[in-house]
């Protein structure tokens, strides 16, 4: 029934209830310390102290060089988690289940497949980067030697502007979710968050940021796969299995029909809102991807042999965490009639609410829990990108030119340490000013997209003048923001940043304004005026820090040539098949039957089971060796260590204190 009517199947404790949570929390304020405290500490602890490890028994050297690249070495599956924990944003957990609970099927597919396209095709950037400028360390480095100065702070500045939106974005998500389970105070929990991050982000770098995905990236697969269970496996009443949730969401849909759907069906994939939340989600997601300096430190970090295949397993990995998630929590709370209201759900409580309703109060330590994991997981890595982007960028272009690599990396930690804080701080002043997560994630597309075009083109078209990208980059940015503005004061008449400004059709407007003026002013200028120069050997002038080399096997360039190929076929041909071929071949079920929706259960069930499979086990078979060699030289040392003190024994307690 309708929010505040009686429960349409029999849970008389929501009958007549016009909100789930009633302004009231599961939980005392102090659990929300304890979880950001204990889980921060914990993590911080470990990652930190396996750091130390691999710097003492694994033989790495923390210089400049690897705290910002990782060493060029990281191996495909631990890049692979890495991007799986980029890309798991808070709104990959909370706001995807928004689109289930709103739009049924159709928008937990579209927020699925609408941002893996990104990642898979990502990695043609990603080998094209191992091919052109192997020895970079940001992507503004790369535009600065390609188009000069101007070039780079047009840039500079559209990076950061992505870096700040999503971290925006995590910690006021997060802070939202923290206070609707615990009520602790808000902007403590925004301030909090960033800060536990700092603590091991600036200790460890880029490899501290890829120890920490991994560790939070295995507890959100394992604790998907509970709830998936819990929801189509466990009995539970009304839900349970997949037969009763499909037979409630047709009760709930003849009672509270969807909006836009056909029929009113949670059922099917002709629904125009979800279909127009997916178009917004695919373009918007480029320009999130392009224009955030943390995927390229990802590509930059990887092996060669890594790098196209990182991506390519990243994105089809990363696929159930929102799909299997949101078929599971989003829809169970549209088959059990909770009277979740619509402000509650764009707040981003649909699976806060599904939990505490499936497993009760360890449920929603459960959600707040990967919600913690995904925040400092994607928040350690934008804190790397945005260090990055001042050390190399600024720093070492134009404030100290000659900087050593010691130094490089002192600035590099002032940097995480002050941005860390910076962004709480301005975190809490958004949340002040009323800017809401789901303005953040909406309008985000429409700022930043218009660098896809000159920053895809910068690596594999040689004719692209610096007139061309400065001006694609910027003109479609404005003209994205005028199309916006525009669209939301022709139609509702009146522009509101937490009412009109947020509805899809300005902010899809936008974003496509933003894709196509920039792709057309950069194609035709490059026609009209080609820059005729060799400007690929300009990457050339980029040097490495700390006296390490970067060496190509004399084959190299043959097989990264192959490698590009066969990337380039692999990522398009799947990047067409999740946005045309799979939706197109849902259609003629229609409202889907028992066995058709069983059959979209079983996938997500399986897929989340392998990719769970893939990502705690895959790391380690790749690392099994160096693991391996530290553990011995760990025991080793302490069998040295037992002998020596055998040998010689202090003769008294001055001595064994010297």
Same mark, same amino acid.
């Given at each position: 029934?309708?929010?505040?009517?009686?429960?349409?199947?029999?849970?008389? #404790?929501?009958?007549?209830?016009?909100?789930?949570?009633?302004?009231?929390?599961?939980?005392?304020?102090?659990?929300?310390?304890?979880?950001?405290?204990?889980?921060?500490g914990?993590?911080?602890?470990?990652?930190i102290?396996?750091?130390?490890?691999?710097?003492?028994?694994?033989?790495?050297?923390?210089?400049?060089?690897?705290?910002?690249?990782?060493?060029?070495s990281?191996?495909?599956?631990?890049?692979?988690?890495?991007?799986?924990?980029?890309?798991?944003?808070?709104?990959?957990?909370?706001?995807?289940?928004?689109?289930?609970?709103?739009?049924?099927?159709?928008?937990?597919?579209?927020?699925?497949?609408?941002?893996?396209v990104?990642?898979?095709?990502?990695?043609?950037?990603?080998?094209?980067?191992?091919?052109?400028?192997?020895?970079?360390?940001?992507?503004?480095?790369?535009?600065?030697?390609?188009?000069?100065?101007?070039? +780079? %702070?047009?840039?500079?500045y559209? +990076?950061?502007l992505n870096n700040?939106?999503?971290?925006?974005?995590?910690?006021?998500?997060?802070?939202?979710?923290?206070?609707a389970?615990?009520?602790m105070?808000?902007?403590?929990?925004?301030?909090?968050?960033?800060l536990?991050?700092?603590?091991?982000?600036?200790?460890?770098?880029?490899?501290?940021?890829?120890?920490?995905?991994?560790?939070?990236?295995?507890?959100i697969?394992?604790?998907?796969?509970?709830?998936?269970?819990?929801?189509?496996?466990?009995?539970?009443?009304?839900?349970?299995?997949?037969?009763?949730?499909? #037979?409630?969401?047709?009760?709930?849909?003849?009672?509270?029909?969807? #909006?836009?759907?056909?029929?009113?069906s949670?059922?099917?994939?002709?629904?125009?809102?979800?279909?127009?939340?997916?178009?917004?989600?695919?373009?918007a997601s480029?320009?999130?991807v392009?224009?955030?300096?943390?995927?390229?430190?990802?590509?930059?970090?990887?092996?060669?042999?890594?790098?196209f295949?990182?991506?390519?397993l990243?994105?089809?990995?990363?696929?159930?965490?929102?799909?299997?998630l949101?078929?599971?929590?989003?829809?169970?709370?549209?088959?059990s009639?909770?009277?979740?209201?619509?402000?509650?759900?764009?707040?981003?409580?649909?699976?806060?609410?599904?939990?505490?309703?499936?497993?009760?109060?360890?449920?929603?330590?459960?959600i707040?829990?990967i919600?913690?994991m995904?925040?400092t997981?994607?928040?350690?890595a934008?804190?790397?990108?945005?260090?990055?982007?001042?050390?190399?960028?600024?720093?070492?272009?134009?404030?100290?030119?000659n900087?050593?690599?010691?130094?490089?990396?002192?600035?590099?930690?002032?940097?995480?340490?002050?941005?860390?804080?910076?962004?709480?701080?301005?975190?809490?002043?958004?949340?002040?000013v009323?800017?809401?997560?789901?303005?953040?994630?909406l309008?985000?597309?429409?700022?930043?997209?218009?660098?896809v075009?000159?920053?895809?083109?910068?690596l594999?078209?040689?004719? %692209?003048p610096?007139g061309?990208?400065?001006a694609s980059?910027?003109?479609?940015?404005? +003209?994205?923001?005028?199309?916006?503005?525009?669209?939301?004061?022709?139609?509702?008449?009146?522009?509101?940043?937490?009412?009109?400004?947020?509805?899809?059709?300005?902010?899809?407007?936008?974003?496509?304004?933003?894709?196509?003026?920039?792709?057309?002013?950069?194609?035709?200028?490059?026609?009209?005026?080609?820059?005729t120069?060799?400007?690929?050997e300009?990457?050339?002038?980029?040097?490495?820090?700390d006296?390490?080399?970067i060496?190509?096997?004399?084959?190299?360039?043959?097989?990264?040539?192959?490698?590009?190929?066969?990337?380039?076929?692999?990522?398009?041909?799947?990047?067409?098949?999740m946005?045309?071929?799979?939706?197109?071949?849902?259609?003629?079920?229609g409202?889907?039957?028992?066995?058709y929706?069983s059959?979209?259960?079983?996938?997500?069930?399986l897929?989340?089971?392998?990719?769970?499979?893939? +990502?705690?086990?895959?790391?380690?078979?790749?690392?099994?060796?160096?693991?391996?060699h530290?553990?011995?030289?760990?025991?080793?040392?302490?069998?040295?260590?037992?002998?020596?003190?055998?040998?010689?024994?202090?003769?008294?307690?001055e001595?064994f204190?010297e």
């Amino acid at each position: 029934m309708p929010v505040g009517g009686l429960n349409l199947f029999g849970l008389h #404790q929501y009958d007549n209830k016009t909100s789930f949570f009633n302004g009231q929390t599961v939980f005392s304020p102090g659990i929300g310390y304890l979880v950001i405290c204990g889980y921060g500490g914990f993590f911080a602890v470990l990652t930190i102290f396996i750091t130390v490890l691999d710097e003492k028994f694994g033989g790495t050297k923390y210089n400049s060089e690897e705290f910002n690249t990782a060493g060029r070495s990281v191996k495909t599956g631990l890049v692979a988690v890495d991007v799986v924990s980029h890309w798991t944003w808070v709104s990959t957990l909370l706001q995807s289940s928004n689109e289930a609970f709103t739009y049924g099927i159709s928008g937990s597919f579209w927020y699925a497949s609408g941002s893996a396209v990104q990642i898979l095709l990502f990695g043609i950037a990603a080998l094209a980067i191992k091919r052109r400028a192997s020895k970079a360390h940001t992507v503004v480095e790369l535009v600065r030697c390609r188009w000069g100065n101007l070039a +780079c %702070v047009v840039f500079l500045y559209i +990076c950061y502007l992505n870096n700040i939106v999503v971290c925006a974005s995590l910690f006021i998500g997060a802070g939202n979710a923290l206070v609707a389970a615990t009520g602790m105070n808000i902007y403590a929990a925004i301030m909090l968050i960033p800060l536990t991050i700092v603590a091991y982000t600036v200790i460890g770098g880029l490899k501290a940021t890829f120890v920490s995905s991994y560790l939070h990236t295995v507890l959100i697969y394992v604790t998907l796969n509970l709830f998936v269970y819990k929801v189509y496996a466990s009995g539970k009443y009304p839900v349970g299995s997949i037969s009763k949730v499909w #037979q409630n969401l047709r009760i709930y849909a003849s009672v509270v029909p969807a #909006q836009g759907n056909k029929d009113g069906s949670y059922l099917t994939m002709f629904s125009k809102g979800g279909l127009q939340f997916g178009v917004l989600n695919l373009i918007a997601s480029f320009g999130n991807v392009w224009a955030d300096q943390s995927y390229w430190q990802s590509a930059i970090a990887a092996s060669p042999k890594a790098a196209f295949r990182s991506y390519i397993l990243g994105g089809l990995l990363w696929i159930p965490i929102p799909f299997a998630l949101t078929t599971s929590l989003g829809l169970s709370v549209l088959a059990s009639d909770l009277p979740l209201t619509k402000d509650e759900a764009n707040h981003g409580l649909v699976p806060i609410a599904a939990a505490q309703f499936i497993l009760g109060g360890g449920g929603v330590i459960l959600i707040l829990t990967i919600v913690y994991m995904a925040v400092t997981s994607a928040g350690s890595a934008e804190f790397i990108a945005m260090s990055s982007l001042f050390t190399y960028d600024v720093y070492k272009a134009y404030i100290r030119p000659n900087a050593s690599g010691n130094e490089l990396l002192y600035v590099s930690r002032a940097a995480v340490l002050i941005i860390g804080i910076g962004m709480g701080a301005l975190s809490c002043f958004l949340f002040k000013v009323h800017i809401d997560v789901n303005f953040l994630f909406l309008v985000i597309g429409l700022l930043v997209s218009s660098t896809v075009p000159p920053l895809t083109l910068m690596l594999v078209w040689a004719s %692209v003048p610096k007139g061309a990208a400065i001006a694609s980059a910027l003109g479609g940015q404005l +003209c994205a923001i005028i199309a916006w503005l525009v669209h939301a004061k022709v139609v509702y008449t009146h522009l509101s940043v937490t009412g009109t400004l947020q509805e899809i059709g300005p902010t899809m407007t936008g974003t496509i304004v933003s894709v196509v003026v920039s792709g057309v002013i950069c194609v035709v200028w490059t026609i009209v005026y080609p820059d005729t120069t060799d400007n690929y050997e300009r990457f050339n002038e980029i040097h490495v820090m700390d006296d390490v080399d970067i060496i190509d096997h004399p084959d190299g360039a043959f097989k990264k040539d192959d490698s590009f190929r066969f990337t380039s076929m692999v990522a398009l041909s799947l990047s067409v098949f999740m946005v045309v071929i799979w939706p197109l071949l849902t259609l003629p079920a229609g409202d889907f039957p028992k066995n058709y929706f069983s059959f979209w259960i079983i996938i997500s069930m399986l897929w989340a089971l392998i990719a769970t499979i893939v +990502c705690i086990f895959l790391p380690l078979l790749e690392s099994r060796n160096a693991i391996i060699h530290v553990v011995k030289l760990m025991f080793s040392q302490k069998k040295r260590s037992l002998s020596l003190d055998h040998v010689t024994q202090p003769r008294n307690k001055e001595e064994f204190n010297e």
